[in-house]
């Protein structure tokens, strides 16, 4: 199932074209709304003050309310653009934004209002295409969930049991201790009051997927398809399987995960491989942890060059932005996971 994201943040409108989604899939188009009102802006004031109401039409692949098995298009409107807060930096490229590299690639003809086709308001229609294949997997007993496993080293509860994600979605803080929580949206508060941003990581898990699928061949591989499909979200940059970066610190006795025969079933008394070996999936939940960098923009002066006379100068961002987009970014990275899951089921 191939999916292509169109729009810009200030343009008319954003949507996705869906193809290979199986025909006559009933649409839950409340649990689309759903989804998308857990990524929704403008709800406090840990998130931009920009409210859009995402809500989604149809333009084709859906007949009576049934998936046709044609392409799949979404469209979702924009209504609340501030253009005129980009007019100032439209030739001096915020640092570490995607401003830069675009205009370099498109030869100064990219659209540079709210961050063009690199912004996060891209996420929306990422949401959307997710929640479709989420209801595609639960049909095959898969299911996908997450939640905010730091903030600024702010640690959540530690992810024993894939059944502690129960309700954490529909929290507005989607973390497994609320108290680990207040301190993270405190710490945000705080760094938002200073005109800065704060990263984060989430971690996901993808329980019901069979034993056997993938292959240890490159474009085959586990980790590799779920590694196209999360970095294709903005702001991640690294993505860690099961233990992740921890085992630099191991031995192989503590890392290796120990085969047991539950209930009939071949299971591992541990899950540090994060549910895959040798790039093919082992039958036990599916496990990584993406971090997320700190939001670009932010109000503080900032070194940057003009890039029309390359000389350099300083800039002071104004707009609606987030000071931390890791709470609202939970229901993008398993829109992402569950994409990514259907192409591994060959959906």
């Given at each position: 199932?191939?999916?292509v994201i169109?729009?810009?943040s200030?343009?008319?409108?954003?949507?996705?074209?869906l193809?290979?989604v199986?025909?006559g899939?009933?649409?839950?188009?409340?649990?689309?709304?759903?989804?998308?009102?857990?990524?929704?802006?403008?709800?406090?004031?840990?998130?931009?003050?920009?409210?859009?109401?995402?809500?989604?039409t149809f333009l084709?692949?859906?007949?009576?309310g049934?998936?046709?098995?044609?392409?799949?298009?979404a469209?979702?409107q924009n209504?609340?653009?501030?253009?005129?807060?980009y007019e100032?930096?439209?030739?001096?490229?915020?640092?570490s934004?995607g401003?830069?590299?675009g205009?370099?690639?498109?030869?100064?003809?990219?659209?540079?209002r709210?961050g063009?086709?690199?912004?996060?308001?891209l996420?929306?229609?990422?949401v959307?295409?997710g929640?479709?294949?989420k209801?595609?997997?639960?049909?095959?007993?898969?299911v996908?969930g997450?939640?905010?496993?730091?903030i600024?080293?702010i640690n959540?509860?530690?992810?024993?049991?894939?059944?502690q994600?129960?309700?954490?979605?529909?929290?507005?803080?989607p973390?497994?201790d609320?108290a680990?929580g207040?301190?993270?949206?405190?710490?945000?508060?705080?760094?938002?009051a200073?005109?800065?941003?704060v990263?984060?990581?989430?971690?996901?898990v993808?329980?019901?997927?069979p034993?056997?699928?993938?292959?240890?061949?490159?474009?085959?591989n586990?980790?590799?398809?779920?590694?196209?499909?999360?970095?294709?979200?903005?702001?991640?940059?690294?993505v860690?399987?099961?233990?992740g970066?921890?085992?630099a610190?191991m031995?192989?006795s503590?890392a290796?995960?120990p085969?047991?025969?539950?209930d009939?079933?071949?299971v591992?008394?541990?899950?540090?491989?994060?549910?895959?070996?040798?790039?093919i999936?082992n039958?036990?939940?599916?496990?990584?942890e993406?971090?997320?960098?700190p939001?670009?923009?932010?109000s503080?002066p900032?070194?940057?060059?003009?890039?029309?006379?390359g000389e350099?100068?300083?800039i002071?961002?104004?707009?609606r932005?987030?000071?931390?987009?890791v709470?609202?970014a939970?229901?993008?990275?398993?829109?992402?996971?569950?994409?990514?899951?259907c192409a591994?089921?060959?959906?």
């Amino acid at each position: 199932m191939k999916h292509v994201i169109f729009g810009e943040s200030h343009g008319s409108a954003i949507g996705v074209t869906l193809e290979g989604v199986p025909a006559g899939l009933e649409l839950d188009c409340a649990q689309i709304a759903r989804e998308l009102a857990r990524r929704a802006t403008g709800k406090n004031s840990l998130s931009t003050a920009r409210k859009e109401s995402d809500a989604v039409t149809f333009l084709s692949g859906v007949f009576e309310g049934k998936t046709t098995g044609t392409p799949l298009t979404a469209v979702i409107q924009n209504s609340d653009q501030h253009s005129a807060d980009y007019e100032a930096i439209r030739y001096t490229p915020r640092p570490s934004h995607g401003d830069y590299a675009g205009y370099i690639q498109s030869g100064g003809h990219l659209d540079y209002r709210g961050g063009g086709h690199f912004s996060g308001r891209l996420t929306a229609p990422l949401v959307a295409a997710g929640a479709i294949a989420k209801q595609i997997l639960a049909q095959r007993g898969v299911v996908v969930g997450a939640h905010i496993s730091s903030i600024y080293g702010i640690n959540d509860a530690s992810l024993e049991d894939p059944t502690q994600l129960q309700g954490v979605a529909e929290k507005d803080f989607p973390v497994l201790d609320d108290a680990a929580g207040e301190q993270m949206q405190e710490a945000i508060l705080a760094v938002k009051a200073e005109g800065d941003s704060v990263g984060g990581a989430i971690e996901c898990v993808v329980t019901g997927l069979p034993a056997g699928l993938g292959a240890p061949d490159f474009g085959c591989n586990v980790e590799g398809i779920f590694s196209q499909y999360l970095f294709s979200v903005p702001a991640v940059k690294t993505v860690d399987f099961g233990a992740g970066v921890d085992f630099a610190m191991m031995r192989g006795s503590e890392a290796n995960d120990p085969f047991l025969v539950r209930d009939g079933k071949i299971v591992t008394k541990t899950n540090y491989a994060g549910g895959i070996n040798g790039g093919i999936t082992n039958g036990m939940p599916l496990v990584f942890e993406v971090t997320l960098r700190p939001t670009p923009s932010i109000s503080l002066p900032q070194e940057s060059v003009d890039l029309r006379t390359g000389e350099e100068t300083e800039i002071e961002i104004n707009g609606r932005h987030d000071p931390c987009i890791v709470h609202r970014a939970v229901p993008v990275v398993e829109a992402a996971a569950a994409l990514a899951s259907c192409a591994l089921l060959g959906i």
